[in-house]
């Protein structure tokens, strides 16, 4: 299996249901997106309360998601916090019969197409050469486990390629683009 640098890989349950709150996860994904913030700023971009982005940020920090970054400080009171990965990583099968696992994989699907519907609701208000770039995969093919896990790595690796490079300064416009990838077992 690839191994990523600077990946969080979850093995406990604490951790789990820490990343699987909704509002936790979003505050994930602005701190890897918008690098570090303090809980003001981040209570203006989710429109929630600054006592309840401070709750959830330390149940973050408590699981080792986030960290202070005290460096960025310009008092003793403010307090800004960084994510502590680039990326975070947990399979199912490392909690058999956990019912934290099992609300965790439908909270994460459920973010996922949230996301996806979002987009759907919003793409005329974004220009057509953007509509044009985004794209839908989807399809079926038999394959060995050996070779789903192959196909996991892949897509990993590239995926981090982009994820973990600092952004190019060229003039190009770049925006945080959501990109999910998940193999099922069924049948057509």
Known sequence: MAREENVREIRDSKALAAIAHPLRHRLLDLLHLDGPATASLLAEKTGQAVGN??????????SELIEEAPELARDRRER???????????????FPDDPIAEAAEVLTLDHQHAVARQWLAQRE?????????LFSIDGWTRLSVAELEELNDRIVTMLAGYRD????????????????????????
């Open 165 to 188: 490079r600092p952004p190019p300064d060229d003039g190009v416009e770049r925006r945080p683009v959501f990109f999910a990838a998940r193999a099922s077992l069924g049948q057509p």
């Open 53 to 62: 982005i401070s709750h959830h940020l330390k149940v973050l920090a408590a």
């Open 125 to 133: 208000t974004y220009s057509r050469e953007w509509r044009g770039a």
């Open 80 to 94: 800004w916090w960084r994510r502590t990965s680039s990326a975070i990583k947990w399979g199912a099968q490392d």
